[in-house]
Every structure is written in C-alpha cells, then in structure tokens.
C-alpha cells in the first residue's frame, strides 16, 4: 500500500525528535498510538456493520423470494382450478350443455333472410358432335 522502508522510518523519527524534542516524542507518540487505535475502531465498526447489512439484505431477498414463490403456488392453484371447471363445463354430462338454466334468460333468435334468387342460368349448349371424333358415349348408346 504504502512504499516506506526502514531508511524513511528512521528519517521521520529523527526529524520528529528534532522538532518535537526528547521530553515531547513520547507524549506525541503515546497521543499518536490513541487516534491509530480509534481510527482502527472505528474501521472494524464501519467494516462489520456493513457485513451485518449485507446479510440482512441476503435474508430480506431470501423472505421476498420466499413470498412470491408462495404466490406462484396460489395462482398456480387457481389456475389447477379453473382447468377443472373448464374441463367440467366441456364435459356432455354437465348441465351447462343441456340447456340454459332456470335463472338465465333466452333471447329469441331472429329468423335468417332467405338467400335472394337468382335467375336460372341458361343452359349451355354444346356443339354438336362431329362424325369421325372420339365420342364418349358408350356402346349401348350407339
């Protein structure tokens, strides 16, 4: 992380000695060791309250994935349901295909126009048949 060897060590704590002075350093230093302790602290709390939200999210998408797969059970439930009453309504025994019930009300059906007429179509004629062609009747006809 940091590049610093033992030659730069020893350089700080020369020049903190010579600013600081011999009856200072160990204060400084002891007041040095209490700020790297609380910021150390500090970093562990951060670090683990962190961890303890990510696995409160882990069981809030465990529960969430939990309920919808319950949902999924339900409609497939209803959907297991409505294909029986399908299927009871599309059997011939059932009384929906015997006729309308007492409490449904049957409309009158108009009755359907009759197809307009057509004139008769005149009847084609054909030429007559040459002697000497290929007839198609049969031989009882000649």
């Given at each position: 992380?940091?590049?610093?060897g033992?030659?730069?060590?020893?350089l700080?704590?020369?020049?903190?000695?010579?600013?600081?002075?011999?009856?200072?350093?160990?204060e400084?230093?002891?007041s040095?060791?209490?700020w790297?302790g609380?910021?150390?602290?500090s970093?562990?709390r951060v670090?683990t309250?962190?961890?303890?939200?990510?696995?409160?999210?882990?069981?809030?998408?465990q529960?969430?994935?939990?309920?919808?797969?319950?949902?999924?059970?339900?409609?497939?439930?209803?959907?297991?349901?409505?294909?029986?009453?399908?299927?009871?309504v599309?059997?011939?025994?059932?009384?929906?295909?015997?006729?309308?019930s007492?409490?449904?009300?049957?409309?009158?059906?108009?009755?359907?126009?009759?197809?307009?007429?057509?004139?008769p179509?005149p009847?084609?004629?054909?030429?007559?048949?040459?002697?000497?062609?290929?007839?198609?009747?049969?031989?009882?006809?000649?």
């Amino acid at each position: 992380m940091f590049d610093i060897g033992f030659p730069e060590l020893l350089l700080v704590s020369v020049i903190t000695l010579l600013v600081l002075g011999p009856e200072r350093l160990p204060e400084a230093l002891r007041s040095l060791g209490l700020w790297l302790g609380r910021a150390r602290r500090s970093f562990t709390r951060v670090k683990t309250e962190i961890e303890r939200e990510i696995g409160m999210d882990e069981v809030r998408r465990q529960l969430h994935n939990e309920a919808i797969m319950e949902q999924m059970k339900e409609i497939q439930q209803d959907v297991d349901a409505f294909s029986q009453d399908i299927r009871g309504v599309s059997s011939p025994a059932s009384p929906a295909s015997q006729g309308p019930s007492a409490d449904e009300t049957v409309e009158p059906v108009a009755p359907a126009e009759p197809a307009p007429e057509l004139p008769p179509e005149p009847a084609s004629e054909l030429p007559p048949e040459m002697p000497g062609s290929a007839s198609t009747a049969t031989a009882d006809e000649r």
